[in-house]
T-cell receptor
């Protein structure tokens, strides 16, 4: 298995909703990442988990809450989002967080209404 | 923090033509990645370069990293409509406080290939 699987592919949520994005990989990668990509912009890093511990938080608002329950799974919990949070959310993984290449999932297209 | 400048921002070519996309870094590159993205979709890994002077090819795409490791180029030979998309260069950068590495991206190059 050489893939990073993200679910759901599309999500529409209201500003008062709570939802979660899920990312899964079975490549034995020990670093996992969340990126946010707005239209016509490059992906921007949100969080890095290394060996199931949060190692980088790029000053992301608390309405985004990451979770890494085990080495294969990464979640992003969403609560009280704003319309400007609408974007493509990409998950990635790497063997280690050190020059070994990054595999990206196909993303979750999130729309906040 | 590291900044990556990509040029051109967009490119329209006729099918069969060759083209080059450049990526220049403000700092020495320790890992340089090229990805392709169709609009609204995930990133497809193309190539990774680490050593100065390194060159890699896959099918009709060749990527090079210069000797000083501050510039990379992506060259497509005999372009096809299937090459159309957004090309992103990315670089390894150590997080603040010496924490784990992260991948930061250039702004991308939008390639259109007309049949």
């Amino acid at each position: 298995d050489t893939e990073v699987t993200q679910t759901p592919k599309h999500l529409v949520m209201g500003m008062t909703n709570k939802k979660s994005l899920k990312c899964e990989q079975h490549m034995g990668h020990r670093a996992m990442y969340w990126y946010k990509q707005k239209a016509k912009k490059p992906p921007e890093l949100m969080f890095v988990y290394s060996y199931e511990k949060l190692s980088i938080n790029e000053s992301v608002p608390s309405r985004f809450s990451p979770e890494c329950p085990n080495s294969s799974l990464l979640n992003l919990h969403l609560h009280a989002l704003q319309p400007e949070d609408s974007a493509l959310y990409l998950c990635a993984s790497s063997l280690a967080s050190d020059h070994y290449g990054y595999t990206f999932g196909s993303g979750t297209r999130l729309t906040v209404v | 923090s590291q900044e990556l400048e990509q040029s051109p921002q967009s490119l329209i070519v006729q099918e069969g033509k060759n083209l080059t996309i450049n990526c220049t870094s403000s700092k020495t590159l320790y890992g340089l990645y090229w990805y392709k993205q169709k609009y609204g979709e995930g990133l497809i890994f193309l190539m990774m370069l680490q050593k100065g002077g390194e060159e890699k090819s896959h099918e009709k795409i060749t990527a090079k990293l210069d000797e000083k490791k501050q510039q990379s180029s992506l060259h497509i030979t005999a372009s096809q409509p299937s090459h159309a998309g957004i090309y992103l260069c990315g670089a390894d950068e150590r997080g603040s406080g010496g924490s784990n590495y992260k991948l930061t991206f250039g702004k991308g190059t939008l390639l259109t290939v007309n049949p």
